[in-house]
């Protein structure tokens, strides 16, 4: 086995062959990418890997020169984008140092993908190392190059620091006689794109509810990443310990691939549904995930992989205790508003008697004019969302407005305006509830999206 | 006496719901999908795909990509495998988020994910009758698009372009396409319908829907998964919903700015997601069958849909109640699931080593 660098293009290959003879030997040394292509892309970004290896029979003599053969893992050098953007293009495979009669001779053949793909054929190597005789090569692109080089580009970019294989195999060549000829070696090569360096940076930034008490029928948790994080499920990762750091069993929705945000940057956890409802078999058998009196701290593993397929740069933990549950409705008649000054763009402050859900109170809480016009600006919430603060984009004009809340809007029990999480009236067959429980006036719906409460107020 | 069943009745919500206007392309380079998710088969070759990174609905006319060489579908052994083979990754990066046959070629068709970072790609696949499985290309393919509406948003600043819900599931029937979707901020379902071709209407549909528990509790669940189902003679939904209860509610009923009641058949127990339904018929009689991801594969006789009452008392000594159903022994690790014929379905079952396999099953 030999191992060779190529500092000065920033390539390195390894190299190794089955034979007892240094594979350059029968193959001449790996050549340089030409100083054009390694002029217009920055070559260390795409570093080769190469162990190029024979199969068998090394001491065959070939019926075609394969010296001069090479494998290489490069940027395509004709494949940029309109706008030259050269960071866009895929890694592609290429065969560089074949007879140019052979190469003359694919030009004139045309092959087929398959018969391409018997002659130069990309598998992916599994990460189990199981070796499937049966697998299928890499989907791709095989061309033949100006440069007299064949290439092979796949469907889908390389990943990197992943192993390919690749194999060439000469006796596929055009023009080669296989029954006629004693059959030639063929060449094999391992080519991966290098990992890139793990540097972790992504973190939870913050978790909401932003406070230490929750209820005990507390609903859900909203983990905010640093970055956009990969689409998997959060809870392999999560662990929720009671005050004597035992480990709580099945606390949350055991099915957690589904409550990423569009962005990958917040994940929402629901404790279990079916150990919060009073009655139901979860309930009955292991109570409530959280119980009060008790504290808790929710664990975030560390190896969550954010979109880059890095860890997180730290472990975060949460401590919070728990209160009684929270079985009661919203009740809006209960917001308090500080109202500011016409012509001024002072904050429009409300209030809560108890926390609300992070996410419902910044998307579903707005202002009108008596006009029924949105009202645009920057909302806040504050007080470990007790508080909604709202500064309008322009000075207040003075009139009449009202505060607009969706009666999606919840507490962390997830108890909407006028609607408990569990509601216990009955209608009047006793068998199906439709009514709201909540204050006069509440909408007669629940929840539906044209459903809001206003709280008029005037900006003098 | 304990209360184990999860719920008795649904009541349906209804309100109007306006969707953007859609658009009919034919471009070139095909459409652009950020992440490609559930599938739904509608008329002359048309394929639905739900595209919840784009929170939008693309309708694939599928031309000469609608079959591959071989009419029909054929096992696949270890699919997930050659998959990843194929698109030049780990089987630890393919996610297969959906299959659905093409009632055409009764070709399988796949929508699957490479990768789970910021390189993830949506992929459509085909798997025909020779058992090859070919990635459809979308470049050429004509298609329309419905984009998805905003979550509801009462302060336009807040976030200006929330997308918070994902699409479950996905049904296609009397030129409608029925859409359900799940929030990652409220414990909830929705159900969306709007008439296709896209071009010819802009708005639709918008049902959320819940169920109460033993007559005394109601809440929120979220919908997975659901058919459409005629029952003495009326288009109905059948819905299955988290932890388990079965639902049925008729379609004529809803109607923007109605309130529907809907009923719950069956309670087929907790901690349990339901994945996929089909109907299909046998001996003369009509079943239902029900993948889950706790409590395998259920077949459920449609004999008693019309006459069940709906749940509203306490049930004892179990966790199911309502209309009768059995348990497949055959059929598990279900984790897809489609009709392929009048006595076969194509399922993804995933082994006890964790391979994935399509295969294709006689329908109990």
């Known amino acids: 086995m030999a191992h060779a660098s190529n500092a ?16 350059r030997q029968r193959t001449g040394a790996v050549p340089r990418f030409r100083p054009a292509r390694a002029a217009i892309r920055d070559v260390a970004t795409l570093v080769l890997v190469g162990v190029v290896s024979f199969i068998a029979g090394c001491a065959k003599a070939p019926m075609v020169d394969m010296s001069g053969v090479a494998i290489t893992l490069a940027p395509g050098p004709e494949d940029a984008d309109a706008a030259g953007d050269v960071d866009t293009v895929a890694a592609s495979i290429y065969v560089t140092g074949l007879p140019s009669t052979q190469v003359a001779a694919l030009r004139a053949t045309g092959l087929t993908e398959a018969q391409w793909a018997n002659l130069l054929r990309v598998t992916v ?29 796949p469907l889908f970019p390389f990943d990197a620091g992943r192993s390919y294989a690749v194999r060439l195999d000469p006796n596929r060549l055009p023009g080669h006689d296989a029954a006629a000829a004693e059959a030639m070696d063929t060449l094999e090569a391992m080519v991966a794109l290098p990992r890139p ?36 499920d959060g809870l392999a990762y999560l662990r929720l310990l009671d005050r004597r750091g035992r480990e709580v069993e099945a606390p949350f929705l055991p099915f957690g691939l ?9 994940y929402t956890v629901f404790f279990d549904p079916g150990r919060i409802k009073q009655g139901l078999e979860l309930n009955e058998l292991l ?80 202002v009108e004019t008596d006009a029924g016009e949105s009202v645009p600006g920057e909302v806040e919430t504050g007080n470990w969302e007790t508080r909604w603060m709202m500064t309008p984009a322009r000075p207040w004009v003075p009139g009449a407005y009202a505060l607009v809340a969706s009666t999606i809007v919840e507490d962390l029990a997830g108890n909407q305006i006028g609607t408990p999480f569990e509601i216990s009236a009955l209608d009047p067959t006793g068998n199906a509830v439709s009514a709201r429980a909540g204050p006069a006036g509440a909408p007669a719906s629940h929840g539906t999206l044209d459903d809001t409460v206003r709280i008029p107020f005037d900006i003098r | 006496m304990p209360y184990r069943t999860l719920c008795s009745l649904c009541v349906v919500g209804l309100s109007l719901f306006v969707l953007a206007p859609a658009h009919t392309l034919s471009a070139a380079e095909g459409p652009t999908l950020i992440a490609g998710g559930p599938l739904a088969f509608g008329p002359d070759n048309v394929l639905f795909i739900a595209d919840n990174g784009a929170a939008k609905i693309v309708a694939l006319e599928l031309g000469a990509e609608g079959a591959g060489a071989t009419p029909g579908t054929l096992d696949v052994p270890g699919i997930d495998r050659k998959i990843a083979a194929l698109l030049g990754t780990d089987p630890s990066e393919i996610q297969i988020n959906d299959l659905a046959v093409n009632p055409v070629s009764h070709n399988a068709f796949l929508s699957v994910s490479r990768g789970r970072g910021a390189n993830a790609t949506p992929v459509l696949l085909r798997v025909d009758g020779a058992g090859t499985i070919d990635v459809v290309s979308l470049s050429g393919v004509t298609y329309t698009e419905l984009a998805l ?13 929330p997308r918070s819900s994902s699409v479950t599931d996905m049904s296609f029937v009397d030129d409608q396409l029925f859409i359900a979707g799940l929030s990652s901020e409220e414990f909830s379902s929705k159900l969306r319908a709007v008439e296709y071709p896209f071009a010819s209407i802009n708005s639709g549909t918008s049902v959320e829907i819940w169920h109460a528990a033993h007559g005394r509790f109601e809440t929120h669940s979220p919908v997975y998964t659901f058919v459409p189902y ?54 003369g009689a009509d079943y239902l069958l029900m993948s889950n991801t706790s409590h ?33 022994p055959q059929l598990t690790g279900i984790e897809q699931l489609d009709l392929l014929d009048d006595e076969r379905i194509v399922v993804i079952a995933r082994s006890d080593a964790g391979q994935a396999n399509l295969e294709l099953r006689a329908l109990p």
């Open chain 2, 296 to 328: 395998g594969v259920m077949k459920i006789p449609t004999s008693d849909f019309d006459t069940q009452p709906g749940l509203s008392e306490p049930v004892g000594g179990g966790d199911t109640a309502g209309v009768t159903f059995e348990t497949i």
């Open chain 1, 258 to 266: 589904d409550f990423w945000d569009r962005d990958h940057l917040r």
């Open chain 2, 149 to 161: 509406p905003n979550a509801p948003a009462s302060n336009p600043s807040a976030r200006r372009n």
């Open chain 2, 230 to 283: 005629e029952i003495g003679g009326e288009q109905n939904r059948i819905a299955g919903y988290l932890c388990t209860p079965l639902v049925k509610f008729p379609v004529s009923a809803l109607q923007p700015g109605a309130k529907v009641m809907g009923t719950t058949i069956a309670e087929l127990g907790s901690g349990n997601r339901p994945i996929d339904m089909v109907v299909y018929e046998k001996d």
């Open chain 1, 197 to 232: 360096d793990i540097q972790p940076t992504t973190v939870v930034e913050r978790i909401y509810p932003s406070g230490d008490r929750v209820p005990e029928n507390q609903l859900k948790l909203y983990l905010h990443f640093s970055a956009p994080m990969s689409h998997v």
């Open chain 1, 287 to 366: 109570g409530r995930s959280l119980q009060a009196g008790e504290t808790y701290t929710l664990v975030v593993d560390p190896a969550w992989p954010d979109a880059a397929g890095n860890p997180l740069q730290a472990p975060f933990e949460k401590r919070f205790s728990v209160g009684p549950a929270d079985t009661s409705p919203l009740d809006h008649t209960t917001w308090r508003l500080r109202v500011p000054a016409g012509g001024s763009t002072q904050r429009l402050v409300v209030s809560f008697p108890e926390p609300l859900d992070h996410a419902l109170m910044r998307r579903a809480i707005g």
């Open chain 1, 125 to 153: 190597v599994m990460e189990d190392g199981a070796g499937d005789t049966d697998l299928p090569p890499v989907l791709g692109s095989h061309a033949v190059g100006e440069d007299d080089s064949l290439r092979f580009t």
């Open chain 1, 8 to 23: 000065d293009n920033g390539m390195q290959v390894t190299s190794a062959c089955k034979d007892t003879r240094d594979w």
